[in-house]
């Protein structure tokens, strides 16, 4: 039987915004400590916007048409999982705490970098042999079991490498592509989301596209530990419309359970949300311009909340008109999280278009 070709859709991406993509995406960013991976943005995003500011907590701001009184916000966290020095033994083992949702069981037998004020240290997370395993009596990795070996003799030792309790901990595992297909690796959850704001930016300029309202391109911290980014930066900003990119689950691999989380698949576009914090009106807007605009897309019911910064921009202030824009990924908060590439560039024309429909003084109300 002859195999059928994908079709093939010429790329929006240019050379430079991959590199960007690999920089950016390589870069630590872990909750609390974004300002790296800030910088690297905000570098890159520069040529696209007229100014750019940036909070006390590092949430990256750049804006299009800054005097204008109309405001609408596209947006997506910056900030990785990650870990925290908890507690240094006499014998030079650490023991962590987590800094968001760093899952426990993927830690035995991974490298990480500790980010000191001497530079990176490296370790190992460490685990008993399978040989001196008891067979049916094997434990399961916990927060109470799994530690960092730095090659250290003592706590002392540990000491003068700069490592002290508070230091962050992230995995060292970096981007990669799986079949020409996926982008895969550690933190795509959610500096891709990052990523493809900046990418919106770039061909906003590039095409010369004239908007009527002022453009706020953010880039929030502290997500994932309860959406304090978008908090605060909404607040500051008080915008009309906010667009919020996130990652969601694909559902199509082994062990994932499409009656509780729905059926998305990657490779099959963008997801759309219904959720009370999605304003129907706005969310009608982006799916006439993915039909309009022939953009596949898949439909996604949240209970109650998303778990996005979503949440965070359609209730501060007055109540802001929020809607969500998904991108599927397989394998979240694990170090090969894993996104179909043309998937990425359909989120960008997505959030593109939609921008391009809002109107000045849009008004979203329900009841007029």
């Not at 907590?57 to 804006?63: I, N, Q, S």
């Not at 899952?103 to 000191?116: E, G, L, M, Y």
């Not at 501060?316 to 090969?336: E, F, K, Q």
Request: a neutral charge; proline letters at 4%; aromatic letters at 8%.
């Amino acid at each position: 039987m002859a195999k059928t070709k994908e079709k093939s859709i010429k790329s929006i991406l240019t050379p430079k915004s991959k590199e960007f993509l690999y920089r950016y995406l390589n870069n630590t960013s872990p909750t609390g400590f974004e300002s790296a991976g800030q910088k690297i943005w905000l570098d890159y995003i520069s040529p696209y916007i007229d100014e750019h500011f940036v909070d006390t907590y590092g949430t990256a701001v750049g804006v299009i048409n800054p005097k204008a009184q109309f405001k609408v916000v596209i947006e997506a966290h910056a900030d990785e999982i990650s870990w925290f020095v908890h507690y240094i033994t006499k014998d030079g083992f650490i023991y962590l705490c987590r800094n968001g949702g760093s899952d426990h069981q993927i830690a035995p037998s991974k490298r990480v970098n500790i980010h000191t004020s001497k530079g990176i240290v490296k370790a190992v997370f460490g685990w008993p042999a399978i040989h001196v395993r008891e067979p049916g009596r094997e434990e399961t990795p916990t927060l109470k079991n799994i530690f960092l070996d730095l090659g250290c003799k003592n706590d002392k030792e540990v000491e003068e490498l700069g490592v002290h309790v508070g230091c962050v901990v992230t995995y060292e595992d970096e981007l990669m592509e799986l079949n020409n297909r996926y982008y895969t690796g550690r933190a795509l959850d959610n500096r891709v989301g990052g990523f493809m704001i900046a990418e919106v930016a770039r061909l906003l300029k590039e095409k010369k596209d004239k908007l009527p309202f002022g453009l706020y391109i953010v880039n929030s911290v502290q997500e994932e530990v309860g959406l304090h980014g978008a908090e605060m930066i909404a607040r500051r900003i008080k915008p009309n419309v906010a667009i919020i990119t996130d990652v969601c689950h694909d559902t199509q691999t082994p062990m994932m359970n499409k009656i509780t989380s729905g059926d998305i698949s990657c490779g099959k576009g963008p997801v759309l949300s219904y959720a009370p914090a999605v304003q129907n009106n706005l969310l009608k807007l982006i799916i006439d311009s993915a039909t309009k605009n022939k953009i596949p897309f898949q439909r996604l019911a949240a209970a109650r909340a998303t778990g996005t910064d979503t949440d965070a921009f359609a209730y501060a202030t007055d109540g802001i008109a929020s809607a969500l824009i998904s991108l599927p990924l397989r394998y979240m908060h694990t170090t090969v999280e894993s996104v179909n590439k043309q998937d990425v560039e359909e989120v960008i024309k997505l959030i593109y278009a939609s921008v391009k429909a809002i109107k000045n003084n849009h008004d979203f109300r329900y009841i007029k």
